[in-house]
Nanobody
Framework: QVQLVESGGRLVQAGGSLRLSCAAS????????MGWFRQAPGKEREFVAA????????YYTDSVKGRFTISRDHAKDTVYLQMNSLKPEDTAVYYC??????????????????WGQGTQVTVSS
């Protein structure tokens, strides 16, 4: 069983930066494709960013391209989401997710096998 623990969410002013972390355990980290999703009140959970098992390939939703960067550290079994130029519309609970099976679609919520508990990001205007 894979455990994912997110951290780093907090209140920040518009234009500011945050780095979210997600520590994974319970399975060889390099066997997991990783993603970040977010869910705002009253809205469905949506894809934000993802990174392949090797870390070579990354994926982003259009609204965060150029502002957010996903990365992974295999020595620390941790995936990061660096968020710059934050906007009030980025306010949401951010979830880390992992996929350990073949045939991974990084954009699809149901393709992920494991989820963290979420961390709140609030961007004030």
């Amino acid at each position: 069983q894979v455990q994912l623990v997110e951290s780093g969410g907090r209140l920040v002013q518009a234009g500011g930066s945050l780095r979210l972390s997600c520590a994974a355990s319970g399975r060889t980290f390099s066997s997991l494709a990783m993603g970040w999703f977010r869910q705002a009140p009253g809205k469905e959970r949506e894809f934000v960013a993802a990174i392949s098992r090797s870390g070579i390939t990354t994926y982003y939703t259009d609204s965060v391209k150029g502002r957010f960067t996903i990365s992974r550290d295999h020595a620390k079994d941790t995936v990061y989401l660096q968020m710059n130029s934050l906007k009030p519309e980025d306010t949401a609970v951010y979830y880390c997710a992992a996929d350990g099976s073949a045939g991974w679609n990084p954009y699809v919520v149901d393709d992920y096998d494991y989820w963290g508990q979420g961390t709140q990001v609030t961007v004030s205007s």
